[in-house]
């Protein structure tokens, strides 16, 4: 564990609260910021082609009676095929 200066004054603050006048951080003098080189971020965000493919599908909700519901679902689960399957079969209009 570094050693405490005791040289140390008691630190001062702006009026938003900022400390000012820092010349070392715990004991490790602070790089000057004209030398350093900043960058952006690497990291984070979205990326490309990240996440689920599309399908070609557009997500709908409806509002249907529990009846319907459940002959949907019923008809799906017999088939082995989702809702949307069965539904989209079931509302082709050509």
Known sequence: MKKLNEN?????????????????????????????????FAHGGARKNAGRKHSGRTP????????????LRAKARATHRTIS?????????E
């Open 8 to 40: 140390s004054e008691a630190p001062k603050f702006d009026a938003d609260g900022y400390q000012v006048d820092m010349q070392n951080l715990n004991g490790e003098a602070l790089p000057d910021p004209a030398k350093l080189e900043f960058r952006p």
């Open 60 to 71: 709908v909700l409806l509002r249907l009676s529990p009846s319907v519901i459940k002959s």
């Open 85 to 93: 399957e069965v539904a989209e079969e079931r509302l082709a209009v």
